[in-house]
């Protein structure tokens, strides 16, 4: 059985009080003391349950951050952000992934509420989550969304505009001189991958003798990117793209592999290639790709720096913050 506040201060022979002192305000108390409760504390093992002083307090320092794909490293930088700027103020973040499921999502809101954190980041939800959100916020742990906005403005929220991305990744490989391009990715129930097809379709109005064909996937990974780069090294010459705008970098990555494995066609010559968010392997790929940046640190970081205004000020009005895509040169396109 662990030992309590209250065993501690029974073998030190001080009370409970002066047990709390040296553990929180030890200038407070003499050195003898000090060293008195520090050995009690060091005999019995004694650990501090620094989540129940916190609720107790109402002063958790703990942020909960819930994402819908932890194996994507968009997701991690988004994480490595929050988490960098949470260290700087002497907080801890602690993650659920909820692999695009909406019923996991629901699971580590009522875990988080019961944990009472000190607030919740949502990085691309999954479900319809504002009148679970709002209940949240009455309750006292405010909420801020990344990588979407608020659709009513209720929230505050940090996000990209991925229109204007789709517009750029086409620009470009119209720039280039493609002309019958494949969009790539899904689900298009996703609003990020909604909002990327819509800037690409936005490129080619007023485009005579341009194309856009949608190749939808089930998800955005390495395996359906890499399902779908077959499929199109299979079509005839005269059916095939000459130009891929890949939902994000893992499809673009796995349309790459998808390629490899017949050696027929080439990136860029045959297809060129321009993928989305940049992260960490588009510049070692095989082919290094051509990818429409996010900041996906500076997401994490300006996410948590809003909610801990909200945590200061309850009753500040909901921000939305929108930051631009830039385009990344490379290889592939």
Same mark, same amino acid.
């Given at each position: 059985?662990?030992?309590?506040?209250?065993?501690?201060?029974?073998?030190?022979?001080?009370?409970?009080?002066?047990?709390?002192?040296?553990?929180?305000?030890?200038?407070?108390?003499?050195?003898?003391?000090?060293?008195?409760?520090?050995?009690?504390?060091?005999?019995?093992?004694?650990?501090?349950?620094?989540?129940?002083?916190?609720?107790?307090?109402?002063?958790?320092?703990?942020?909960?951050?819930?994402?819908?794909?932890?194996?994507?490293?968009?997701?991690?930088?988004?994480?490595?952000?929050?988490?960098?700027?949470?260290?700087?103020?002497?907080?801890?973040?602690?993650?659920?992934?909820?692999?695009?499921?909406?019923?996991?999502?629901?699971?580590?809101?009522?875990?988080?509420?019961?944990?009472?954190?000190?607030?919740?980041?949502?990085?691309?939800?999954?479900?319809?989550?504002?009148?679970?959100?709002?209940?949240?916020?009455?309750?006292?742990?405010?909420?801020?969304?990344?990588?979407?906005?608020?659709?009513?403005?209720?929230?505050?929220? $940090?996000?990209? @505009? #991925?229109?204007?991305?789709?517009?750029? !990744? +086409?620009?470009? &490989?119209? /720039? %280039?001189?493609?002309?019958?391009?494949?969009?790539?990715?899904?689900?298009?129930?996703?609003?990020?991958?909604?909002?990327?097809?819509?800037?690409?379709?936005?490129?080619?109005?007023?485009?005579?003798?341009?194309?856009?064909?949608?190749?939808?996937?089930?998800?955005?990974?390495?395996?359906?990117?890499?399902?779908?780069?077959?499929?199109?090294?299979?079509?005839?010459?005269?059916?095939?793209?000459?130009?891929?705008?890949?939902?994000?970098?893992?499809?673009?990555?796995?349309?790459?592999?998808?390629?490899?494995?017949?050696?027929?066609?080439?990136?860029?010559?045959?297809?060129?290639? $321009?993928?989305? @968010? #940049?992260?960490?392997?588009?510049?070692? !790929? +095989?082919?290094? &790709?051509? /990818? %429409?940046?996010?900041?996906?640190?500076?997401?994490?970081?300006?996410?948590?720096?809003?909610?801990?205004?909200?945590?200061?000020?309850?009753?500040?009005?909901?921000?939305?913050?929108?930051?631009?895509?830039?385009?990344?040169?490379?290889?592939?396109?």
């Amino acid at each position: 059985m662990l030992a309590s506040i209250k065993d501690v201060a029974r073998h030190a022979g001080v009370s409970v009080g002066t047990v709390s002192n040296v553990l929180n305000h030890p200038s407070r108390v003499s050195q003898e003391t000090v060293d008195r409760v520090q050995q009690a504390i060091s005999t019995l093992g004694f650990v501090r349950n620094d989540v129940a002083r916190q609720l107790r307090a109402g002063t958790s320092k703990t942020v909960a951050l819930i994402v819908m794909d932890a194996s994507n490293p968009f997701f991690a930088d988004i994480a490595r952000g929050a988490e960098e700027r949470a260290n700087d103020l002497g907080l801890s973040v602690v993650t659920g992934n909820t692999a695009e499921s909406s019923q996991r999502e629901s699971h580590y809101l009522d875990v988080f509420e019961e944990q009472r954190v000190r607030g919740l980041l949502l990085v691309s939800p999954v479900g319809p989550i504002d009148a679970r959100l709002q209940e949240l916020k009455d309750f006292g742990i405010p909420s801020v969304l990344v990588d979407r906005p608020s659709p009513d403005g209720a929230f505050s929220s $940090v996000s990209v @505009d #991925d229109v204007a991305g789709g517009q750029t !990744a +086409i620009e470009h &490989l119209l /720039s %280039i001189g493609r002309r019958d391009i494949a969009f790539v990715g899904g689900a298009l129930d996703v609003p990020q991958v909604r909002d990327r097809l819509a800037g690409a379709r936005l490129a080619l109005q007023d485009r005579p003798g341009t194309s856009l064909r949608v190749f939808e996937t089930r998800a955005t990974t390495v395996l359906e990117g890499r399902r779908i780069g077959r499929e199109i090294d299979a079509l005839p010459t005269n059916e095939r793209p000459d130009a891929v705008f890949a939902a994000n970098d893992l499809v673009a990555i796995g349309f790459i592999q998808g390629l490899l494995t017949t050696r027929r066609l080439s990136i860029p010559d045959d297809i060129a290639l $321009v993928g989305y @968010d #940049d992260i960490d392997f588009a510049a070692s !790929a +095989i082919v290094p &790709l051509t /990818s %429409i940046r996010q900041p996906s640190r500076q997401l994490g970081e300006t996410a948590l720096e809003m909610l801990e205004a909200e945590v200061a000020d309850p009753h500040t009005s909901p921000r939305a913050v929108e930051f631009q895509p830039e385009l990344v040169i490379r290889s592939s396109a």
